[in-house]
């Protein structure tokens, strides 16, 4: 499974994991913007179910910034 499918993904896949793959997505410059947005939140909801709040929180306001329409974050 590709970096973008592990984080993206609606499938069950392990926060750790997710973590890493919504990171490496957020990190590349080739992304679209739209891209990096849902890969900030997808990465809040993986923080946010490891109890990670303030970090959660800080991803989710990061996917609003780039997409101030973005209704799920």
Not at 8 to 32: G, H, K, L, N, Y
Not at 45 to 59: K, L, V
Request: proline content about 3%; aromatic content about 6%; overall charge negative.
């Amino acid at each position: 499974m590709s970096a973008s499918s592990d984080c993206v993904s609606d499938d069950e896949v392990e926060a750790s994991t997710r973590i890493a793959a919504c990171t490496r997505m957020i990190e590349d410059p080739t992304e679209p913007v739209a891209n990096r947005a849902t890969a900030y939140y997808k990465r809040g909801e993986a923080r946010a179910s490891q109890g990670d709040y303030d970090r959660a929180i800080a991803d989710l306001g990061q996917a609003i910034d780039l997409d101030s329409k973005f209704a799920g974050a």
